[in-house]
């Protein structure tokens, strides 16, 4: 994407292994920050949309695909949700779903790049929507691994990792130290989610996601939804704890305060994502 074809109606694509997963539309922006490519696209089918070097991240009519599916499997899981810790979410749409949660007092949102609240700020204010004036919510610049190895143990009830593809400045939210620190900052009963990419266009990062996550934690599950812009549409977010499966039992109380919010999940589409593991993806998790 060359700056001669900003605003120019063009097919702007991801190109992963020889396929490409595109959308037609205009560029709105394409710069470079510290850390990434940031380009913001007007699409004619999702409207204004995010790519960060050249990948697809969000879109105003997409985001809640991913975002509900993140958040509330955790938020309605978890024995407590006073205290939730977001990695990434510089969009502001995790952010967003968790202050849904009238029971949650604090949250810590901690993303490395500036540039991606601002511009998602400017270009796409639907998807943080009111959270970014929500007093509960503290904005850290800061690099998310760090941030949890500084953490104080039990600091958090919910953690969840909302973040890029595992290179660049994502690449240390998906290694065993930083979800060790994880663990240790959980509190009991606490639950820790994270994205898990495509079991189709990713699967050997997915595999070694949820392997990782089982040796860390003493349970994790995968859950499998539909992202329709994200490469093959086939995306996952995999769940995690200590003492339990207790992220695929929603509480009732809250799964009904936020229910008639959502465009996606339920605790029935929840019931269901759990248990939509293919037999080929089981077979390689034994």
């Not at 202050?99 to 700020?121: F, G, N, R, S």
């Not at 690099?143 to 009830?157: A, I, R, T």
């Not at 189709?200 to 070694?208: A, P, T």
């Not at 934690?217 to 859950?223: S, T």
């Amino acid at each position: 994407m060359q700056g001669s074809q900003i605003h120019k109606e063009i097919w702007i694509d991801e190109c992963h292994k020889g396929v490409r997963y595109g959308m037609k539309g205009r560029i709105l922006l394409n710069e470079e920050s510290e850390f990434q490519r940031i380009t913001i696209i007007e699409s004619h089918r999702y409207g204004k949309g995010l790519l960060l070097d050249g990948c697809w991240m969000t879109a105003e009519q997409q985001e809640k695909h991913y975002h509900e599916c993140l958040v509330h499997p955790a938020l309605c899981g978890a024995k407590a949700i006073q205290r939730v810790l977001v990695i990434g979410g510089g969009d502001g749409g995790t952010a967003r779903e968790c202050l849904m949660h009238k029971e949650l007092a604090t949250l810590d949102l901690v993303e490395i790049d500036p540039k991606v609240v601002e511009v998602c700020k400017k270009y796409l204010p639907s998807i943080g929507g009111s959270a970014w004036e929500d007093p509960r919510l503290k904005l850290h610049i800061s690099d998310g691994v760090s941030w949890v190895s500084k953490c104080k143990v039990n600091s958090y009830d919910v953690i969840l990792v909302d973040s890029s593809d595992p290179s660049g400045p994502a690449e240390g939210l998906f290694n065993e130290t930083f979800l060790r620190n994880c663990r240790r900052i959980l509190n009991t009963g606490g639950v820790f989610a994270m994205q898990s990419e495509s079991p189709e266009s990713f699967l050997q990062i997915h595999l070694d996601t949820v392997k990782l996550l089982r040796k860390v934690f003493n349970y994790a599950d995968p859950l499998y939804g539909s992202v329709p812009m994200y490469p093959s549409g086939w995306w996952s977010w995999t769940f995690a704890a200590m003492e339990g499966h207790h992220y695929q039992n929603p509480l009732k109380k809250r799964a009904d305060a936020i229910s008639p919010q959502c465009k996606i999940w339920s605790e029935k589409w929840q019931k269901g994502a759990f248990e939509a593991m293919p037999a080929f993806i089981e077979r390689a998790l034994v």
